[in-house]
């Protein structure tokens, strides 16, 4: 699962524009499934035969979408101008290196520091004053290179550093995705249906129609949650925490999860010795949103790896939080398998 995490992450595909993450998924995964069709838009539907089929028609579901940024226009020095794609903070945003289409690199820039008043050193500078330098010499060279609507990815390598953690861009959610990749792979203790959907980061669009071709009774969403665990964050306003395992939550700003299903949650994790946690705080959302208001109600629950500075080019997770993740939604196929 690490291998397929580190190739997913190293694909781009902001909102809109997850072509290459789809064609890559559907290689590794189109000879394990009994069905698979991409629907128009672009959402990967795929269903495997289990040993049993249980009671009720399951779900599991992760996004392929990154945040990124779109060109808006070019200056007359050559400078793209760009909009976020996704929820971003302006302040992780310059003297990053990205890639603007498929080839052109390019660093993000402003004004240069010596040249801001006081009151713009003390904030982050607005996206509108922000720039892409691509080392265009005026506007005309640029656009042989670059056209409006281009998609732009951050560049940044996967790395395994300190205390088994690995950094890398898009874990949000391209996690989720290895993580039903490997599912996919094994055999299953019961009938499954996965969805890699689209548009997650720009309104759970992607989710919603997924939703509604398959109408499950149960949707277990996959995802990378925000992990406050850092110097100076008062411990109840860290949220979650890297090395004590997957995150199950009971709400957030999106969902009011299906209590029943948390309790199920969390009591398989205790069954089976493995770390869980939930969030200390009702913040962020995911695609659990529009999966529990679809097709007249559908109980959902959610199983998150947490994840330091989310959003940004330097995503952080623990390895063993991501084991034992799998390890969770397996024992949890298990026990829908056998009731």
Same mark, same amino acid.
């Given at each position: 699962?690490?291998?397929?995490?580190?190739?997913?992450?190293?694909?781009?595909?902001?909102?809109?524009?997850?072509?290459?993450?789809?064609?890559? /998924?559907?290689?590794?995964?189109?000879?394990?499934?009994?069905?698979?069709? $991409?629907?128009?838009?672009?959402? /990967? +539907?795929?269903?495997?035969?289990?040993?049993?089929?249980?009671?009720?028609?399951?779900?599991?579901?992760?996004? =392929?979408?990154? @945040?990124?940024?779109?060109?808006?226009? &070019?200056?007359?020095?050559? =400078?793209?101008?760009?909009?976020?794609?996704?929820?971003?903070?302006?302040?992780?945003?310059?003297?990053?290196?990205?890639? $603007?289409?498929?080839?052109? #690199?390019?660093?993000?820039?402003?004004?240069?520091?010596? =040249?801001?008043?006081?009151?713009?050193?003390?904030?982050?500078?607005? @996206?509108?004053?922000?720039?892409?330098? +691509?080392?265009?010499?005026?506007?005309?060279?640029?656009?042989?290179?670059?056209?409006?609507?281009?998609?732009?990815?951050?560049?940044?390598?996967?790395?395994?550093?300190?205390?088994?953690?690995?950094?890398?861009?898009? +874990?949000?959610?391209?996690?989720?995705?290895?993580? =039903?990749?490997?599912?996919?792979?094994?055999?299953? #203790?019961?009938?499954?249906?996965?969805?890699?959907?689209?548009?997650?980061?720009?309104?759970?669009?992607?989710?919603?129609?997924?939703?509604?071709?398959?109408?499950?009774? &149960?949707?277990?969403?996959?995802?990378?949650?925000?992990?406050?665990?850092?110097?100076?964050?008062?411990?109840?306003?860290?949220?979650?925490?890297?090395?004590?395992?997957?995150?199950? #939550?009971? %709400?957030?700003?999106?969902?009011?999860?299906?209590?029943?299903?948390?309790?199920?949650?969390?009591?398989?994790?205790?069954?089976?010795?493995?770390?869980?946690?939930?969030?200390?705080?009702?913040?962020?959302?995911?695609?659990?949103?529009?999966?529990?208001?679809?097709?007249?109600? &559908?109980?959902? @629950?959610?199983?998150?790896?947490?994840?330091?500075?989310?959003?940004?080019?330097?995503?952080? +997770?623990?390895?063993?939080? !991501?084991?034992?993740?799998?390890?969770?939604?397996? !024992? %949890?196929?298990?026990?829908?398998?056998?009731?």
């Amino acid at each position: 699962m690490k291998e397929q995490l580190r190739k997913l992450c190293q694909i781009n595909g902001i909102s809109g524009r997850e072509h290459k993450v789809r064609e890559e /998924i559907l290689s590794q995964i189109s000879s394990y499934c009994d069905d698979l069709h $991409v629907d128009p838009l672009g959402n /990967i +539907i795929a269903f495997k035969k289990g040993k049993k089929t249980p009671k009720q028609k399951l779900l599991i579901s992760a996004h =392929m979408d990154e @945040v990124g940024l779109i060109v808006t226009g &070019i200056t007359s020095d050559g =400078m793209l101008r760009f909009a976020m794609v996704g929820g971003i903070d302006a302040r992780v945003l310059v003297g990053r290196s990205v890639l $603007v289409g498929n080839s052109i #690199p390019g660093v993000i820039g402003t004004k240069a520091v010596h =040249m801001q008043s006081a009151e713009e050193k003390a904030k982050a500078t607005p @996206v509108d004053q922000l720039y892409i330098d +691509i080392g265009a010499k005026d506007k005309e060279d640029a656009l042989q290179y670059v056209s409006l609507g281009e998609s732009v990815c951050f560049q940044s390598e996967p790395v395994e550093f300190g205390n088994n953690c690995l950094k890398a861009k898009a +874990i949000d959610d391209r996690f989720g995705c290895a993580l =039903m990749i490997q599912l996919l792979q094994s055999e299953l #203790p019961c009938d499954l249906y996965c969805s890699f959907v689209v548009q997650e980061e720009v309104g759970l669009r992607g989710a919603k129609v997924a939703a509604h071709d398959i109408c499950p009774d &149960i949707a277990i969403v996959l995802e990378a949650t925000t992990a406050g665990d850092l110097a100076g964050v008062e411990e109840l306003k860290q949220v979650c925490s890297l090395g004590k395992g997957p995150v199950i #939550p009971f %709400m957030d700003r999106a969902t009011i999860y299906d209590y029943d299903l948390y309790q199920f949650a969390m009591e398989t994790a205790k069954q089976h010795h493995i770390p869980c946690q939930t969030k200390t705080a009702v913040a962020g959302g995911n695609d659990a949103g529009a999966f529990s208001v679809s097709c007249g109600g &559908i109980k959902t @629950v959610s199983v998150s790896v947490p994840c330091r500075y989310l959003h940004s080019p330097c995503c952080v +997770i623990n390895w063993e939080d !991501a084991e034992n993740s799998l390890a969770l939604v397996q !024992a %949890m196929l298990e026990r829908f398998a056998n009731e």
